[in-house]
Every structure is written in structure tokens, then in C-alpha cells.
């Protein structure tokens, strides 16, 4: 880790660095914090191995158009202007330490899910397209595929966990409402642009009712802008229609998007908790102890089985 941070030069190199470990999950990121006399300041991510310095660069392009926004981290640069490090096979990059607490769900409220909907319609805007471009939605043929993926799979395993058995029992049910709600809209022509992609509950930071940051911009795409707002209303809002409203409605307000129908948003959200279910599966019969092991995977894996439960059928866009 010290010789990238020499590359960075002062004070980089001189500050207490803290190691955060993976955060959970399978992504094989490892993250340390930046402190000065005890205050966090930076943030150093080795990013996985996954992850080709091209995209990375061109993710910190993303992030620089949106740097008027005090709650998006700014990426540090090196002496020579470039933004990432390229050491022991993985990408590296330093952004600054945002301020704030990942607590919604521990403490919840109208204009806290309000806050975080407009923030994300602000980075929306700042990534809005010059000259506007049309394709079939990408989240839709994600979907497809990977309800695909589990069809050819063809697992028939006992799952150890009642956690897993109550998830396999709910994608069972859900799957064929899932891709008959999906397939409608495989061929639509929609409008993309970059989206976060992956924006829920830990990657949205909170001082009181006000959002000081956004982390973890690493899964940006081009996708319509729905995806964005059906993955954080479905974390922060869940099955709740009134919560789910407000955020709409907020997002909506900020953003000018004021036909953006709430049955796309729906429909991405719901087939997105059957695909997430689907991919912690999966994850399961490719790494059965890892996963055991892992208190934060099976955390959130609780998470997606208590919301794929409530989920009571897939709505159909546009509505029949």
C-alpha cells in the first residue's frame, strides 16, 4: 500500500491508514480509511479484480461531471493528473471521506426518503446526455438473462439454510410472473444514460434528515434512469405504496421527469428482488462455505428473502 500512496505524494503518505476489510459481500474489493489526528479523510479502495482500469477511468469521468455536488466523493489525482493506480494485478483509486452514517432503515422518515430521492435526481441531471440516445433497456435484458441463467441452472440441492429454502421457494413462485411482465418491455426503446445501478441503503449517507454523500459509484452503466430509482425505492421503501409514492413523487419533482411511470419503477424493482434472490442462490452452490462465513452476505441475504416474500405479483408496463 506504500508505494501507491507515494504516487499520490502529501499528505497522503503520512496518514494513520485504517483497514476496513471487504464490507461484506463477494466483490473482493478492500478498503482502508485515511485519518488525520483522528479524522477520517480519505478513502483508498483496491478495487476487484474484476475491474479494468478503462472502466474505472472512465466511472471517475462520471463522477467528475457531478462534482458541483457536494454529497458525490471527489476522486484524488496524482502528481501527473491521472486518477488511478495500476499495482499487484488490481486497480486502485483515493476519493475523499464523505461524512454521514448509512442509518435509514434504523431510522426512517418522510423527508429523509425524500433528501435521498432528490439527491439522486440531482446526479441524474448532472449526467443527462447532450444529444439524447435510444436502445432496448438494458436492466430489462439483465433480468431476462439471469432468470435465464437460473432456468438452465437447474438446481435441485437441498438448501441447507431455511433462509435459502424460503428464498428458492419465492423465486419458484415469482419467476414466470417475472418474465411474462419483462418481455413487453425487451424490445422498448428507452432513453440511457449513466446510472449508479447499484444505489440502496449502505451506499447512501445521512446527517440528520440531509444526505452527505454517495458511495461506491463502481457498478455505472448506461441504463435508463428507472433503475436507479426502482433499486433505492425498493431498499429504503420496500412494499410500502405511501413510502414508495413520496419517493417517486420526489424524485419526480427534482428531477422534471413527470410522466416517468410508476409501473416501470415497480416493475424493475420487484423482477430486481427476484434476480437478487436469484444471483445470493447461485452465490450459495459456487461458494457454500464463504458464505456461511460471511455474517454481513447472510445479513443481506436476509434482507432480500423478507422483501421477495412480500412481493405479491410483478406489474405489467405498460398496464394492461
Known amino acids: 500500500m506504500a508505494p501507491i500512496l507515494k504516487r499520490y505524494g502529501a499528505p497522503f503518505d503520512s496518514l494513520r491508514w485504517v483497514p476496513l476489510g471487504s464490507g461484506g459481500g463477494f466483490s473482493g474489493a478492500e478498503l482502508w480509511r485515511g485519518e488525520g ?88 441531471r448532472a449526467w443527462r446526455p447532450a444529444s439524447p440516445r435510444f436502445t432496448s433497456c438494458p436492466a430489462v435484458a439483465r433480468r431476462l438473462q439471469i432468470l435465464a441463467n437460473w432456468r438452465a441452472a437447474d438446481i435441485h440441492l437441498p438448501m441447507p439454510l431455511d433462509l435459502l429454502r424460503r428464498g428458492s421457494a419465492a423465486v419458484a413462485r415469482l419467476i414466470e410472473p417475472a418474465e411474462r411482465a419483462l418481455r413487453p418491455c425487451a424490445d422498448r426503446p428507452v432513453l440511457v444514460q449513466p446510472c449508479l445501478c447499484d444505489i440502496w441503503h449502505d451506499h447512501i449517507l445521512f446527517s440528520g434528515a440531509a444526505v452527505t454523500g454517495i458511495i461506491d459509484f463502481g457498478a455505472m452503466k448506461e441504463d435508463h434512469l428507472a433503475v436507479d430509482l426502482a433499486r433505492m425505492l425498493g431498499d429504503l421503501a420496500g412494499e410500502d405504496e405511501e413510502k414508495f409514492h413520496l419517493g417517486l413523487n420526489a424524485y419526480r419533482a427534482a428531477s422534471g421527469e413527470t410522466d416517468l411511470p410508476y409501473e416501470f419503477v415497480r416493475l424493475l424493482d420487484r423482477t430486481g428482488v427476484v434476480c437478487s434472490m436469484i444471483v445470493w442462490l447461485l452465490r450459495w452452490t459456487a461458494n457454500s462455505r464463504q458464505f456461511a462465513e460471511d455474517r454481513a452476505a447472510v445479513d443481506r441475504v436476509e434482507r432480500v428473502v423478507d422483501r421477495i416474500e412480500a412481493i405479491r405479483g410483478c406489474p405489467r408496463f405498460p398496464p394492461s
Open 37 to 124: 489526528e483522528g479524522v477520517p479523510l480519505f478513502a483508498l479502495k483496491a478495487w476487484p479484480r474484476s475491474m479494468a482500469a478503462d472502466r474505472l477511468a472512465e466511472i471517475h469521468r462520471w463522477m467528475a461531471k457531478a462534482s458541483h455536488l457536494e454529497f458525490v466523493p471527489e476522486v484524488m489525482k496524482m502528481r501527473d493528473g491521472s486518477t488511478l493506480v495500476e499495482a499487484s494485478g488490481r486497480i486502485w483509486d483515493l476519493t475523499r471521506w464523505m461524512p454521514g452514517t448509512a442509518d435509514y432503515h434504523a431510522n426512517p422518515g418522510a423527508p429523509r426518503l425524500a433528501n435521498a430521492c432528490t439527491a439522486l435526481a440531482e446526479l441524474h
